[in-house]
T-cell receptor, first 110, second 116 residues
Framework: QKEVEQNSGPLSVPEGAIASLNCTYSDRGSQSFFWYRQYSGKSPELIMFIYSNGDKEDGRFTAQLNKASQYVSLLIRDSQPSDSATYLCAGGGGGNKLTFGTGTQLKVEL | GAGVSQSPSNKVTEKGKDVELRCDPISGHTALYWYRQSLGQGLEFLIYFQGNSAPDKSGLPSDRFSAERTGGSVSTLTIQRTQQEDSAVYLC??????????????FGPGTRLTVL
């Protein structure tokens, strides 16, 4: 059973702080990882993907991948109230199917 | 360009009735996926179509669920003899179907199904 695990939260951070969202996966064959953001009542939207060990930065977002530890994370710098949402981590094993985690709810407080 | 569209946006039905949910993928996307999301839960994979290949039905929860994709484009998810536990948001996604590389899935707005 391929699994992607996330802490459901809620994770509360003050405005302007760094939010750190974490994800672990069980399938060592997973090659690519995606972070989606889902606002309440809306569909998931892609934030970024990563497939190489290390960091990948895109604006205020940084994805980190450590294949040895089977660990993926998403850092959000200068968190804003508009970042409050559920963040879904998903892993792909080389095919096109993705396995999604249950998501972490992030609350950015004023 | 146009994104993934789904219809209806909301469907209320009575237990035991059949329902059909429709998905129009992004033009040119060969891969199409159906997911189910129950309240406060993650995405549960249902079925995956890739081009003309046989669909991956490994996520369908029971034989009451079926899906087809006509002409490699529009897909219909059918739930027969609906049960209350079928109440959820049904999400469709499509992707280019790139193999051996990054293949990003783009989601439609979903259909909220309520079975009374």
């Amino acid at each position: 059973q391929k699994e992607v695990e996330q802490n459901s939260g809620p994770l509360s951070v003050p405005e302007g702080a760094i939010a750190s969202l974490n994800c672990t996966y069980s399938d060592r064959g997973s090659q690519s990882f995606f972070w989606y953001r889902q606002y309440s009542g809306k569909s998931p939207e892609l934030i970024m993907f990563i497939y190489s060990n290390g960091d990948k930065e895109d604006g205020r977002f940084t994805a980190q991948l450590n294949k040895a530890s089977q660990y993926v994370s998403l850092l959000i710098r200068d968190s804003q109230p508009s970042d409050s949402a559920t963040y879904l981590c998903a892993g792909g094993g080389g095919g096109n199917k993705l396995t999604f985690g249950t998501g972490t709810q992030l609350k950015v407080e004023l | 360009g146009a994104g993934v569209s789904q219809s209806p946006s909301n469907k209320v039905t009575e237990k035991g009735k059949d329902v059909e949910l429709r998905c129009d993928p992004i033009s040119g996307h060969t891969a199409l996926y159906w997911y189910r999301q129950s309240l406060g839960q993650g995405l549960e994979f249902l079925i995956y179509f890739q081009g003309n290949s046989a669909p991956d039905k490994s996520g369908l929860p029971s034989d009451r669920f079926s899906a087809e994709r006509t002409g490699g484009s529009v897909s219909t998810l059918t739930i027969q003899r609906t049960q209350q536990e079928d109440s959820a948001v049904y999400l469709c996604a499509s992707s280019l179907g790139t193999t051996g590389g990054i293949d990003t899935q783009y989601f439609g707005p979903g259909t909220r199904l309520t079975v009374l």
